[in-house]
């Protein structure tokens, strides 16, 4: 017997139709035989060898295509908007701020500001000259704030008057503070003022403004602060008074204080008020306006 995957030499056998199909079923189609092999077909041939593509030089191509495309079309951008004429800019809403009003002859140079136009002209000349001056009915009280001499009052006795007067004073000195000029009044028995005007180095570092903000923003507390948020001191933009609550001990008189804080240029204002009895919002209000109004 042969195996079963042996195929011999001879053509297929014909298969025979079922007699059991339907009768109008059509009869099996016997496939032609495979012509036989020659040797010659039976020899492998030999692959022809294929050429292997580079890879990446259309993605190169592309890419070098994209950034010319790019360095060209900048290249005309610039060379349009340098043959253009420059656009006139449009005139300024208030011509009158030139100085001067007219243009001079060429080596002369135009004259200085008036002291009552130039900022700083007073804010380098004497400070004591910029404190408000005292109200009618207060005196001098030089005793309230010891270190005061002449009107000047040093950086390590003003940074005392804080919780922390340590770390006061060395702010101080890093933010580049210049001078303090101080004045402290009376009035009765018991109520004091102190105005303190605190002016920084003229330098890129905004101390007077950092120092106002620093101030004012740990006033809405109630640990040292006012404990309130105060309201603006009008015509500044950027200061506030305050009205603390009152302080009671026993044995002590009730304790009532005002404050008052601003800064314009390089220079801030603090202001404070002290009384045993309740002080009105009106008397800091009109202390703080008319010291703003001196800077």
């Not at 506030?240 to 314009?264: D, H, I, M, N, W």
């Not at 220079?267 to 009895?277: F, G, K, P, R, S």
Request: glycine fraction near 10%; charged fraction near 25%; proline fraction near 11%.
């Amino acid at each position: 017997m042969e195996p079963k995957d042996t195929i011999s030499d001879g053509p297929a056998p014909e298969v025979e139709p079922d007699p059991v199909a339907e009768p109008d079923a059509a009869p099996a189609v016997t496939p032609p035989a495979a012509p036989a092999a020659t040797p010659m077909a039976a020899a492998p041939m030999a692959a022809a060898p294929v050429a292997k593509r580079p890879r990446g030089r259309t993605a190169l191509l592309i890419a070098a295509a994209a950034v010319l495309g790019i360095a060209g079309g900048t290249a005309v951008g610039y060379d349009v908007q340098a043959r253009r004429a420059p656009t006139p800019l449009p005139a300024l809403a208030q011509p009158d701020l030139a100085y001067p009003a007219k243009a001079l002859p060429p080596g002369k140079a135009p004259d200085p500001l008036p002291a009552s136009q130039d900022h700083r002209v007073r804010t380098d000349g004497d400070l004591r000259k910029l404190i408000v001056d005292r109200p009618a009915g207060w005196s001098d009280d030089d005793s309230s704030v010891p270190g005061i001499g002449d009107g000047w009052l040093r950086p390590d006795v003003y940074a005392r008057s804080f919780e922390d007067e340590g770390s006061m004073y060395e702010y101080f000195l890093e933010s580049d503070i210049r001078r303090i000029a101080s004045a402290a009044w009376k009035r009765g028995q018991y109520r004091t003022a102190e105005i303190n005007l605190v002016q920084f180095g003229s330098s890129t570092f905004p101390g007077a403004q950092e120092f106002a903000e620093g101030q004012l923003g740990y006033m809405p507390g109630t640990e040292i602060g006012a404990g309130n948020s105060g309201d603006p001191i009008k015509g500044s933009g950027n200061g506030r008074y305050f009205l603390y609550e009152v302080e009671r001990k026993p044995g002590y008189l009730p304790s009532y204080q005002a404050r008052a804080t601003v800064y314009r240029g390089d220079i801030v204002a603090d202001i404070h008020l002290y009384d045993t009895v309740p002080i009105s919002k009106k008397d800091i209000r009109t202390l703080a306006e008319r010291q703003l109004e001196r800077l």
